[in-house]
């Protein structure tokens, strides 16, 4: 039965050429919006998946809640490792990582150099490795590849861009900066696209310049620290000992913002747009049901407009129908074979929709500028989708016509008196109202996102950016010595106007924090976010004074500039004593 089905459901979509080109079509380009909707969100979804230990393993996180707002950060005090590990029963592990940048020199066997490139690089104790347990180590292991200074393990892009080979790295030497040589003593497996730690550079915790820092209030978002709970322990069980350990290191005498820590699930760094993470690439759940739903209204629209025709063109069919129920056919024949020609259509959208996707998948890519790679057959679930996609599709957009088709009356059938009744055309009328509907809603949402990316990107800074390049240099003693030098020899460059010594450009979220008094009395509404810049930082970036003088070389007085926003703050706080 079902052949014979599927041979007059493909003669009828020869014959009527027309309508199949337009239901096909439609449906074909709803489908692969939501075939491409799916993927996005499934990489989305699939962050940070795949360890073991997952459900036990979290990040540490710090919060501040002062009178004004609350704030936040993905990092912890330094010391906050070394107390966890030892006053905290319930954490099995405690791995502590940094994220900073370096200069790496790259020597053949001559001592010619041949690679330097500025880079991200990350400091780890062997216990962050022993909390992800799940990455693999072509060479070396966790445990002894960092646990002495100066010792570096790097992922296979980075050993192969660097010595060649895996194999080949493993004994050489990388310079950090202008003296930190460091070992390479492990080699480890590149780490996947949808991953919040993209590790290529990761250096011996004992090598970090920072690791005995005590102060507990100084918190930078790059310092980060990782846990696994024991077995058999929960997140409310850890509530608490973590009350405890709050309580006793940020007293609220002594540090300002009520500041704690607090646990995060592995899963949620990703959605968290709260805190940042290490690949500096979040997106909010809300986001990825907004997507969702856009996806589900494409393809409604499409099989509105399917059913629309359909119903249409049962009158053009009634003949067929009145014949097929004069010889013998049931109705529920009838509706069967309607919605064998639903589904060919439907599977022959899907292939079509299928070439479109990855027609549309470079674009894609490049829209995200190589950040995410798309495969239509990379993932089962993208193939499990397309099958449900096919059912649902062939349901939603057949079942309605066919029931509509296979209940006319057969002898007015045969004599071509068949019109639609009053039920069928209003529910046509509202299918179509609420088809326009959609299409109208999805028009003004892409325009209105479209004038505000446009915004975004022509929106004034003050200066222009394409005229300003940031610049990493080094920090340490002698290199301080030559800045004036510097200086001096960049400006006769031809084509640079200034230059200015500063730690970030206006407006980075890259600053440090700090509390402050205002005549003797500790403000508690809000923290005091700093950048340090020398003198010409103003003039650089095209900053209007409207008050008092910035500071000069010569000032031997310490001295600062502050925003409006700063002012009105303050003077509101002052207001209210």
Aim: with cysteine; hydrophobic share 45%; proline share 3%.
């Amino acid at each position: 039965m079902f052949k014979l089905n599927l041979k007059i459901a493909l003669r009828n979509l020869w014959k009527n050429k027309g309508y199949t080109f337009i239901n096909v079509l439609g449906l074909s380009i709803g489908m692969a919006s939501c075939i491409l909707i799916f993927m996005f969100i499934r990489f989305q979804l699939s962050f940070d998946e795949g360890y073991k230990n997952e459900e036990r393993i979290f990040r540490v996180v710090t919060n501040w809640k002062y009178n004004a707002f609350d704030d936040y950060s993905a990092g912890v005090p330094v010391p906050f490792a070394a107390a966890a590990r030892n006053e905290i029963a319930g954490f099995e592990k405690v791995g502590s990582i940094v994220k900073r940048g370096g200069i790496l020199h790259v020597k053949d066997q001559t001592g010619r150099e041949i690679i330097k490139t500025q880079e991200a690089v990350y400091y780890a104790d062997p216990d962050f490795f022993e909390v992800f347990n799940d990455i693999r180590w072509q060479y070396g292991n966790p445990q002894q590849a960092l646990s002495k200074p100066n010792t570096v393990v790097l992922s296979e892009a980075f050993a192969n861009k660097f010595f060649g080979t895996a194999e080949h790295a493993i004994g050489k030497t990388i310079t950090l900066g202008a003296k930190t040589n460091l070992e390479v003593t492990g080699v480890i497996q590149d780490m996947p696209q949808n991953s919040s730690f993209p590790l290529g550079i990761v250096i011996s915790y004992q090598t970090y310049y920072g690791r005995n820092i005590t102060n507990w209030d100084s918190v930078n978002s790059s310092s980060s620290s990782y846990v696994l709970l024991k077995d058999g322990v929960a997140l409310a069980d850890m509530q608490v000992p973590l009350d405890k350990f709050n309580k006793k290191y940020y007293p609220i005498q002594k540090i300002a913002g009520n500041q704690n820590n607090q646990l995060q699930a592995l899963r949620d760094i990703h959605f968290s747009t709260q805190y940042d993470n290490f690949l500096e690439s979040t997106i909010g759940k809300s986001e990825i049901y907004g997507l969702a739903i856009i996806g589900l209204f494409l393809i409604l629209t499409a099989c509105i407009n399917f059913i629309n025709l359909s119903t249409a063109q049962s009158v053009n069919r009634s003949k067929e129908i009145g014949v097929r129920k004069v010889m013998g056919s049931k109705r529920k024949q009838l509706i069967a074979q309607f919605l064998t020609e639903t589904f060919a259509q439907s599977l022959i959208a899907l292939l079509i929709a299928c070439v479109i996707a990855e027609l549309a998948i470079p674009p894609m890519q490049n829209l995200f500028k190589g950040q995410i790679e798309f495969s239509l057959f990379s993932h089962m679930s993208i193939l499990v989708f397309m099958v449900l996609l096919v059912v649902f599709v062939g349901f939603l957009a057949g079942f309605y016509p066919a029931l509509i088709i296979s209940r006319l009356n057969p002898v007015l059938a045969i004599k071509n008196k068949i019109s639609l009744n009053g039920g069928s055309l209003s529910l046509r009328k509202f299918l179509v109202v609420v088809q326009f509907s959609i299409t109208v809603v999805l028009i003004i949402g892409t325009l209105v996102i479209i004038r505000q990316m446009e915004y975004v990107q022509k929106k004034s800074l003050g200066f222009d950016p394409n005229a300003v390049a940031m610049v990493g240099i080094l920090t340490d003693s002698t290199s301080k010595t030559k800045y004036n030098t510097f200086k001096e020899q960049i400006l006769q460059v031809p084509g640079i106007e200034s230059l200015s010594f500063c730690q970030t450009a206006p407006l980075s979220n890259d600053v440090n924090s700090t509390d402050f008094t205002y005549n003797g009395i500790k403000n508690k509404d809000f923290e005091l976010r700093t950048v340090r810049a020398d003198e010409n930082y103003f003039e650089l970036f095209d900053l209007k004074l409207i008050a008092g003088k910035i500071f000069l070389k010569s000032d031997t007085a310490n001295g600062c500039v502050v925003n409006e926003t700063f002012l009105k703050k303050l003077m509101s706080q002052i207001l209210r004593m």
